[in-house]
């Protein structure tokens, strides 16, 4: 059997830094699985890493892997355009009717205000040139046949650089609603009218479609529940290469180990579930305890989504499929005794742990997987799969 594969980490490889040169070339997620896969999630035609089969490597393949910090190469230079940018962008803000009036009626400004109204160009040069006095975090990968893979973060303080861009993007669009306002006293008003409705309600939609309806998940896990910050997928990385070859029987200590055994020999009673749940298989085969209680976690959610159907309940190809959202679905339908409820709890608990800490103990590990096991005897009690 094909043992199913699930994220642990998740990173937008940033090889450009502008946000204008991105509205138009979507930066792409770059995502590690489980099985020490690096790969990518959209599928592009035009994909940045020009992989037909969007696997970049295998990091059980990788000689070396290092990361790097985000870090200033010019301080001064940086963080001066950095300020000058932020100050005049929410300068621009302020002033930006006193724009238009420059722009579209005879006002004669100040000379701060025209200093001001260079707000956007100097945005769009601290946008496409501040790479050049910092360098992005990145995660370098050497390959045993001598290739190297870099994938790119953040440059520091990026914070900042985010607040101007949406202090512009807010002036823009004031900047527009006047426009607009002005020009329904000419012949054209009612064309520029209808065209700027449409337009606010096409960003309405597609607003709403982001936030409800496109897909939010990998493989079956809702995108909240996979971290996305560049340390966090470089520990990730570590985790799975420090394990490679290990084996998780062996390497707790004897006597939890016997547990273990004794554990997945009580599991294997319920033969006819666990093959249902794929990746049940990886409980036991996991590189370290937290990959073996990601491993719960998924498997419980897959429980627990047949518990739900098995009552009726229906979901949508875009529904989250977390554990929390499915455990108040059939609470709300059918109710879970306490005891039940709580081992879920403790398992959700621990997953959540697991993925972004990566800090589970054997002994920790052991504890969740005695709730699973009770999870497996209550879904087999309601739910015989011999039926």
Known sequence: MQVERFPLSSIKNRTSHSMLRNLFNPLEKIVLYSDGVISVDNKNTDSLMNKSDYEITNIHDAESITYSNAKLTN????????????????????????FYYFIFVNYQPSNWEVAFFCGPLVYMFSDYNRGLFAKPSEVTIHTNDGEVKKIIGKLPDAQVHTASSIMIAIAAYALAVVAVDRLTYTKYGSFFEVLFGWCFLFTCLYIIYRAYFAKKDINGIDNTEISNDMVHFYFAIMSIKQSTGKNTITDPSDEISKELKGIKKELQQYNNLMKSVVSAEQIFTASNPSMGVLAIGISTETIMKNACERIGITFKPSAKMTLDPLIKQYNREVGIESRIKSYLE?????????????????????????QFCEIVKWYHSLYDESE
Not at 81 to 87: G, R
């Open 75 to 98: 301080r001064f230079a940086y963080v001066s355009l950095q300020s000058i940018t932020a100050f005049l962008a929410f300068s621009f803000l302020v002033y930006f009717e006193e």
């Open 346 to 370: 403790i398992i959700k608990e621990m997953r959540n742990r697991a993925a972004h800490d990566f800090n589970i103990n054997w002994t920790e590990f052991k504890t969740t997987l005695d």
